[in-house]
């Protein structure tokens, strides 16, 4: 089956730690990934997205992602968390379905930033 | 502009009641779409809309019923709640149901439980 994991439910780091969230995802073919990020009592927020062209694709606050089309593989990557990033992140795959591109989510990876 | 408006935030129901969860966004967006998100599971496509009058099954509709008279609105009805429909449920916008770049706009979200 079609499918996106998110090898990590929980990760617990200290601040200045350094941050890699795994996402594998199934879909053959052409694909768009994308990272959304929800912090305590809001709601989603786009956090960086992959389309085509460079690889190594630059967010907001900092945060970058991968992908490795041979690994079917889009990490999210950040040199030094800060406290404040603190949420539950979600990768998720576009990819045509019915009458419109669809997004697949992953199942969420919750992180803990310890001040 | 508001955005993506949803309304009730928090809903208690007893098993085989109905009602409705409000969805309206101010942005024109021609895709509209119900998730429902649960504890390591990520986000569900329930149904979503790629304009007035158009729409269509996601994964997991059955329970759900939807409707798109209007751009701006995009109602999801529960005909008869249970137990298993207890989650938090998200609606979200785009501008566009063919391009794979644009963003998902997402609203604050409903917490329903269903007793």
């Known amino acids: 089956a079609q499918s996106v994991s998110q090898h990590n439910h929980h990760v617990i780091l200290s601040e200045a730690a350094s941050l890699e969230l795994g996402c594998n995802y199934s879909y053959g073919g052409t694909v768009n990934l994308f990272w959304y990020v929800q912090y305590p009592g809001q709601h989603l927020q786009l956090l960086l997205k992959?389309?085509?062209?460079?690889?190594l694709v630059k967010g907001i606050k900092g945060f970058e992602a991968e992908f490795i089309k041979s690994k079917f593989s889009f990490n999210l990557r950040k040199p030094s968390v800060q406290w404040s990033d603190t949420a539950e992140y979600f990768c998720a795959v576009g990819k045509f379905s019915g009458s419109a591109r669809q997004l697949t989510f992953g199942s969420g990876t919750q992180l803990t930033v310890l001040p | 502009n508001a955005g993506v408006t949803q309304t009730p935030k928090f809903q208690v129901l007893k098993t085989g009641q109905s009602m409705t969860l409000q969805c309206a966004q101010d942005m024109n967006h021609e895709y509209m779409s119900w998730y429902r998100q649960d504890p390591g599971m990520g986000l569900r496509l329930i149904h979503y809309s790629v304009g007035a009058g158009i729409t269509d099954q996601g994964e997991v509709p059955n329970g759900y019923n939807v409707s798109r008279s209007t751009t701006e609105d995009f109602p999801l009805r529960l005909l008869s709640a249970a137990p298993s429909q207890t989650s938090v449920y998200f609606c979200?916008?785009?501008?566009?149901?063919?391009?794979?770049?644009?963003?998902?706009?997402f609203g604050s979200g409903t917490q329903l439980s269903v007793l």
């Open positions: 979200a916008s785009r501008a566009g149901s063919y391009l794979g770049d644009e963003k998902l706009f």
């Open positions: 992959y389309f085509s062209g460079d690889p």
